[in-house]
């Protein structure tokens, strides 16, 4: 298993994102408004970021982060998922996608309650 994070800039793709992973057989994720750090020190008045670059921070590029738990052999087509919506991930304000491995997990697969026959 793995835990796979995509950090989404172009958020007008949420949607058709969300449908392909869903397509591909990825059934769960969450989704959290996020923002970066340069972005932040921004709305912040950060004197870090020079005045120049304060500009290119408009406050209002918020992220998507989208977390979900995935089988090993779901990456390749999460991957193709990704790249199909969002477009090449190595050009700027698109995304990043990273994984991690995942040790345990429990809560993912909702399994049927076994039916308790009455009492007679």
Excluded: C, H, W
């Excluded at 949607?15 to 990825?26: D, K, R, T």
């Excluded at 209002?60 to 052999?73: A, G, L, M, P, R």
Aim: hydrophobic share 40%.
């Amino acid at each position: 298993m793995k835990l796979m994070v995509i950090i989404l800039n172009k958020t007008d793709a949420l949607e058709y994102l969300l449908e392909g992973l869903s397509a591909s057989g990825i059934r769960g994720a969450t989704i959290i408004d996020s923002s970066g750090m340069a972005e932040t020190l921004s709305k912040l008045g950060s004197s870090i970021i020079s005045a120049s670059l304060r500009g290119l921070f408009s406050g209002d590029e918020e992220n998507k982060t989208i977390i979900s738990v995935i089988k090993n052999n779901q990456l390749d087509a999460a991957r193709k998922v990704v790249y199909n919506t969002v477009g090449d991930l190595s050009q700027p304000n698109t995304g990043i996608l990273f994984t991690l491995p995942i040790d345990f997990v429990e809560g993912t697969v909702k399994r049927p309650r076994a039916i308790k026959p009455p009492d007679e």
